[in-house]
């Protein structure tokens, strides 16, 4: 009699349908030594919940050495701060103490000056160009759509 209800229960429990007190009584049933024959797979099972109830959690973690990392942290963030900027201002110091572009002769330096000149020029020139297709489709749209 007791083995049948206790299948029902065991069949109620796996279809999630069983409520507390029987599971009470399930846990009860396979934690005494009087457990059926064929009912003897489950007992493992509920052993273990009986088992992993009574475990306690006691690890401790040490909150000192936390500190102890962002404060080297914090430290070598200085550092890296501290050297890129030392390294931008040695190049930024460096580079205007070359002085490009400056000539004793006058003659060479009205010969690159029309150089480059020429060149900005150039690349003006080619700018307009491309303004001028931008006005042909501008005008091309107002005659198809007429505005």
Known sequence: MESSRIEILVEKYFQGESSIAEEKELKS??????????LLEYQPLFAYFSQAKEQKFAAEFPSQSRKKY??????????????????YVYHDVTA???????YDDPQVA???????LALLSNHVN?????VQYVQEYQN???LVFKQ
């Not at 009205?110 to 480059?116: E, G, I, L, S, Y």
């Open 29 to 38: 049933y396979f934690s005494s030594a009087d457990v059926a024959q064929h």
């Open 70 to 87: 962002w404060g080297w942290l914090s430290i070598a963030a200085s550092a890296v701060v501290l050297l890129g900027i030392g390294t």
């Open 96 to 102: 205007a103490k070359q002085e490009l572009g400056t």
């Open 110 to 116: 009205f010969r690159q000056t029309q150089k480059a």
């Open 126 to 130: 080619t700018g307009i160009e491309s």
């Open 140 to 142: 091309s749209k107002e």
